[in-house]
T-cell receptor, first 114, second 117 residues
């Protein structure tokens, strides 16, 4: 699997936007970019995913560089509930025909300051 | 509501004992997974199953065993052969319909924390 690089930790003030970077210089043309987050003592939860175009959903936005070698997860207004470890993961397209193994690295630990 | 239920949430074991962690899902998902997480680390894949009565080893299967007799259930047994079993164990599943079909989104349980005394 192609590898991703994320900062170990980041801080943000409450109610300010947060930009979480991810580098994936060896990404292949068919790899999707996924973001999950994990709250303390819980299982990870899906945040967003994309292939080439920027994506928005109710939780966050995903900005993908034109060369696809990096991406940024954007939380528009950080809240205390957004304090978590954020994982950036690459994977091939899911065929729906079998298992789908995602490799979770150490991620970025986001702290939100009240 | 549909989801994945893991039990127990906390478990203590003496050295040399086998323990079984339960994972049940009512999402009608075909594929199920077990991950292990150590403090400050990412998740490592132990075993996965694509279909009933079939499963494959992940990256760290030694000392673990699984079964998949029903679609809804994928229990993990931590055997005495696992030398360092203290960890947070996470079960997940993937579906073949709806949003899961397009994204391969993994749905996780709340986890089971195993401590060896």
């Amino acid at each position: 699997d192609a590898k991703t690089t994320q900062p170990n930790s980041m801080e943000s003030n409450e109610e300010e936007p947060v930009h979480l970077p991810c580098n994936h210089s060896t990404i292949s043309g068919t790899d999707y970019i996924h973001w999950y987050r994990q709250l303390p003592s819980q299982g990870p939860e899906y945040v967003i995913h994309g292939l080439t175009s920027n994506v928005n959903n109710r939780m966050a936005s995903l900005a993908i560089a034109e060369d696809r070698k990096s991406s940024t997860l954007i939380l528009h207004r950080a809240t205390l509930r957004d304090a978590a470890v954020y994982y950036c993961i690459l994977s091939a397209a899911y065929s729906g025909a079998g298992s789908y193994q995602l490799t979770f690295g150490k991620g970025t630990k986001l702290s939100v300051i009240p | 509501d549909g989801g994945i239920t893991q039990s127990p949430k906390y478990l203590f074991r003496k050295e040399g004992q086998n323990v079984t962690l339960s994972c049940e899902q009512n999402l009608n998902h075909d594929a199920m997974y077990w991950y292990r997480q150590d403090p400050g680390q990412g998740l490592r894949l132990i075993y996965y199953s694509q279909i009933v009565n079939d499963f494959q080893k992940g990256d760290i299967a030694e000392g673990y065993s699984v079964s998949r007799e029903k679609k809804e259930s994928f229990p993990l047994t931590v055997t005495s052969a696992q030398k360092n079993p203290t960890a947070f164990y996470l079960c997940a599943s993937t579906g073949t319909s709806g949003r899961a079909l397009n994204t391969g989104e993994l749905f996780f349980g709340e986890g089971s924390r195993l401590t060896v005394l």
